[in-house]
């Protein structure tokens, strides 16, 4: 691991300023992505700013009826709260399936979304990757595949994101709110968070550098069936090969994200509208413009059969 300079900012305001006074810096929450990253020298930050002191570990309702959730709210107490289990329960559901109770109780809102891809080539500096070191090429083109994305891939990248919360606060239209570096503060929604890996894979999120998320909102409740379905090689502990974050309404229309084939939780609001047609049409047209491999074509036919398990669970 690089040696490194460290502060903890109690302050949202503090960690703004520290973030510009240091362009290398990273802010660190949970640490169980960025450590590991680090001790690869994956992620070379010159600085740390620590931001777990600051208040942003709260979740409160919002004046039209949402939910605002801090940051700094760990994994464990988002899917245990009262609110979030009884009116978004999809978001309860994904974060337990996530890795391992250790981890979620250090893991936070800001990070999880924050968290990089678990592409095999990602993780090894021996292989070039674009996303590690842009122009470098993708060793996973031409290479092993089964765990990577079928859509919205790129020449240069075809990773995915492997957050499961993520998944399901695509299809609850979430919206992030952030700080910049100057004090200024904007609302992303999630649909427009994280990004395609077109030419520079490297550039994951809509974040400027030192942008601080300061917390997730939730629309009001839309009520319906909230199923989130998660496949994968084990039975724990292990990322999605696919997810479905579904919420069904009694009228069979609904919303529908799926987590493990792209570079981002992947919804297509056209699709949508197929769903009350079956499995077999709303898959069809969500992954229209799919680019498989050879070895994880299998992820097309597996979306469609998850989406058909959720639709079977929603009627119960
Ligand atoms: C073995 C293992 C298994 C896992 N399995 C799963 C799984 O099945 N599903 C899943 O979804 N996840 C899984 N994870 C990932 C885990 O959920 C993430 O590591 C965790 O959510 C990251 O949160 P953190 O607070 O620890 O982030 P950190 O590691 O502290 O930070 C991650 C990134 O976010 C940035 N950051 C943190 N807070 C802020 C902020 N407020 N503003 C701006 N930037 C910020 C950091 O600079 C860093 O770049 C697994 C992890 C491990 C190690
Ligand atoms: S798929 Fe993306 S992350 Fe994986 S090796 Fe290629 S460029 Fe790197």
């Given at each position: 691991?690089r040696?490194?300079?460290?502060?903890?900012?109690?302050?949202v305001?503090?960690a703004?300023t520290?973030?510009?006074?240091n362009?290398?810096?990273?802010?660190?929450?949970?640490?169980?992505?960025?450590?590991?990253?680090?001790?690869?020298?994956?992620?070379k930050?010159?600085?740390?700013?620590?931001?777990n002191?600051?208040?942003?570990?709260?979740?409160?309702?919002?004046?039209?009826?949402?939910?605002?959730?801090?940051?700094?709210?760990?994994n464990?107490?988002?899917?245990?709260?009262?609110?979030?289990?009884r009116?978004?329960?999809?978001?309860?559901?994904?974060?337990?399936?996530?890795?391992?109770?250790?981890l979620?109780?250090?893991?936070?809102?800001?990070?999880?979304?924050?968290?990089?891809?678990?592409?095999?080539?990602?993780?090894?500096?021996?292989?070039?990757?674009?996303?590690?070191?842009?122009?470098?090429?993708?060793?996973?083109?031409?290479?092993?595949t089964?765990?990577?994305?079928?859509?919205?891939?790129s020449?240069?990248?075809?990773?995915?994101?492997p957050?499961?919360m993520?998944?399901?606060?695509?299809?609850?239209?979430?919206?992030?709110?952030?700080?910049?570096?100057d004090?200024?503060?904007r609302a992303?929604?999630?649909a427009d968070?994280?990004?395609?890996?077109g030419?520079?894979?490297?550039?994951?999120?809509?974040?400027?550098?030192?942008?601080?998320i300061?917390?997730?909102?939730?629309p009001?409740?839309?009520?319906?069936?909230?199923?989130?379905r998660?496949?994968?090689?084990?039975?724990?502990?292990?990322?999605?090969?696919?997810?479905v974050?579904?919420v069904?309404?009694?009228?069979?229309s609904?919303?529908?994200?799926v987590?493990?084939?792209a570079h981002?939780?992947?919804?297509v609001?056209?699709a949508?509208t197929?769903?009350?047609?079956?499995a077999?049409?709303?898959?069809?047209?969500?992954?229209?413009?799919?680019?498989?491999t050879?070895?994880?074509?299998f992820?097309?036919?597996?979306?469609?059969?998850?989406i058909?398990?959720?639709?079977?669970e929603?009627?119960?």
């Amino acid at each position: 691991m690089r040696a490194f300079t460290y502060e903890r900012a109690s302050t949202v305001e503090a960690a703004a300023t520290a973030a510009a006074q240091n362009p290398d810096a990273k802010f660190i929450a949970g640490g169980t992505n960025l450590l590991d990253l680090m001790k690869l020298e994956i992620e070379k930050p010159s600085h740390l700013i620590d931001v777990n002191g600051i208040s942003l570990g709260s979740i409160e309702k919002t004046q039209d009826g949402g939910l605002r959730i801090g940051a700094l709210v760990r994994n464990t107490d988002l899917a245990a709260d009262e609110t979030v289990r009884r009116d978004y329960a999809l978001l309860s559901r994904a974060l337990v399936a996530g890795a391992s109770g250790q981890l979620r109780n250090k893991a936070t809102t800001a990070g999880n979304l924050l968290q990089r891809t678990r592409c095999p080539y990602f993780y090894d500096p021996n292989q070039p990757c674009n996303k590690r070191q842009p122009g470098s090429g993708c060793s996973a083109i031409g290479g092993v595949t089964r765990q990577l994305g079928v859509v919205g891939v790129s020449d240069a990248c075809i990773a995915t994101h492997p957050s499961d919360m993520a998944v399901a606060m695509r299809a609850l239209d979430a919206m992030v709110e952030t700080v910049k570096p100057d004090g200024a503060k904007r609302a992303i929604p999630i649909a427009d968070f994280h990004r395609l890996p077109g030419d520079t894979p490297h550039i994951e999120t809509a974040l400027e550098r030192g942008e601080f998320i300061t917390g997730v909102t939730l629309p009001a409740p839309v009520g319906g069936k909230q199923i989130y379905r998660k496949v994968r090689d084990r039975a724990s502990y292990a990322f999605a090969l696919v997810s479905v974050a579904a919420v069904i309404q009694p009228d069979g229309s609904g919303n529908v994200a799926v987590g493990g084939v792209a570079h981002k939780p992947w919804r297509v609001e056209a699709a949508e509208t197929e769903l009350p047609k079956g499995a077999r049409a709303m898959a069809s047209a969500l992954l229209a413009d799919a680019r498989p491999t050879e070895q994880n074509k299998f992820k097309i036919r597996l979306t469609e059969r998850t989406i058909g398990a959720v639709l079977s669970e929603a009627r119960g």
